[in-house]
């Protein structure tokens, strides 16, 4: 995967998370949040079919109304691609959600897939369920 997932830490430098590379800031984020696991989301370009900004913002309007509802504290963040051909995607990283919650979101939310950094810190692709991978 091509991108960077990077975690606002407001004020402070931010987390760059990338996926297969463990992230010891990560793992000392859980630590001070204490939660085992977190999960890289956005609900922009739902399927990655591009929207206008305005409908980007609204539809993670609606995510952060999602995880809020649930009490899941989040951090902003923005999914940025190596390649320049696609912007830069407002995201969150939600503190506490993992491999249980991913199915669910990428249904809610109309995504291929999200990144789900377990205990070990090292973020990972859950794809949608009824994702079809090219081999």
Not at 99 to 110: G, I
Request: with cysteine; glycine share 8%.
């Amino acid at each position: 995967n091509a991108t960077t997932y990077r975690v606002d830490m407001s004020g402070t430098k931010g987390i760059d998370l990338r996926i297969g590379v463990t992230n010891p800031a990560l793992a000392a984020l859980h630590a001070e949040r204490s939660v085992a696991c977190s999960m890289f989301v956005t609900a922009c370009n739902p399927f990655g079919a591009a929207l206008t900004d305005e409908d980007n913002v609204k539809a993670m309007a609606a995510l952060i109304d999602h995880l809020d509802a649930r009490g899941i504290a989040w951090l902003a963040g923005m999914g940025v691609g190596d390649d320049s051909d696609w912007s830069p995607e407002p995201s969150v990283l939600a503190l506490g959600l993992g491999d249980n919650d991913a199915a669910a979101l990428c249904v809610e939310f109309a995504q291929n897939a999200v990144v789900v950094c377990s205990a070990d810190a090292t973020p990972r692709l859950v794809l949608h369920p009824r994702a079809i991978v090219e081999p």
